[in-house]
């Protein structure tokens, strides 16, 4: 059982609203998630205030270039000290074998994992892009291509888990977003699972945000649900 597994995603665009949160939160009950939107907004300093607190970051910048840049973009993370960081699959092996080899000579090595499907792709834009296999297939091809090329596991949806899990076996790293306790709103998130069917179909890191973040007491919130874990 991998202890630690809720995620918090600190949507905010600067460093007080920041600040503000994760005063509010425990670093023995999660680890946090900085996006594209506060790491453009405030750069490295988002890393720095989530470890002065304890904190362990993903890095979810989706890492997606020739192999030489995105190699040493993941360094550089790697030299922040982020426990995980995030590239994109269909940046190919060669991408993805890279950064592996890029890390060997770190001190320190962050999580890599691998997206697959952008959850907001449909069916036509993959067919748009000359992709003939079906979504799921799609999903299933690139997590495999990310676990030969030796990547620690991919983000996936709470209706992919039990899948990949079956296929790819348990030393793979399974990381879920689009999760909704019962007693939170959806918001945006349409195909939701709850914490406990997402850890039951094989997730080992849940990302929530919003009914946590939105909360007027947000290490109440993280307590609900890991107690309905
Ligand atoms: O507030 P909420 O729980 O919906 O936030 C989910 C987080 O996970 C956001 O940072 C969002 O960008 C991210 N995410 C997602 N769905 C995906 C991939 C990432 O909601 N498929």
Redesign the pocket.
């Known amino acids: 059982m991998t202890e630690r597994r809720i995620i918090v995603?600190l949507?905010v665009s600067n460093a007080n609203d920041l600040r503000r949160l994760v005063k509010q939160i425990k670093d023995s009950d999660c680890r946090v998630?900085i996006?594209k939107e506060l790491f453009t907004s405030i750069g490295p300093l988002a890393i720095e205030i989530c470890h002065d607190a304890g904190l362990d970051v993903f890095l979810?910048l989706k890492f997606h270039d020739i192999p030489n840049t995105c190699a040493k973009a993941v360094r550089a993370a790697a030299r922040w000290g982020v426990w995980m960081t995030n590239l994109h699959c269909s940046g190919g092996a060669d991408m993805v074998a890279a950064v592996r080899e890029m890390l060997e000579g770190e001190s320190h090595r962050p999580l890599l994992i691998g997206?697959t499907v952008?959850?907001?792709m449909s069916l036509g834009e993959l067919r748009q892009l000359g992709i003939e296999r079906d979504l799921e297939s799609h999903v299933d091809y690139l997590a495999k291509l990310a676990h030969v090329a030796g990547l620690d596991g991919v983000?996936c949806?709470g209706k992919e888990t039990h899948r990949l899990r079956q296929s790819i076996g348990e030393d793979f790293c399974l990381v879920t977003?689009?999760?909704?306790p019962k007693w939170a709103n959806n918001?945006?998130?349409v195909r939701v699972v709850t914490p406990a069917r997402a850890i039951a179909n094989g997730s080992d890191y849940l990302?929530?945000?919003?009914?946590?973040?939105?909360s007027e007491y947000p290490q109440d919130a993280i307590a609900r649900i890991v107690s309905e874990i």
């Open positions: 995603a949507d998630k996006g979810d997206v952008l959850t907001s983000v949806s977003p689009g999760v909704r918001n945006d998130q990302v929530i945000g919003r009914p946590i973040t939105a």
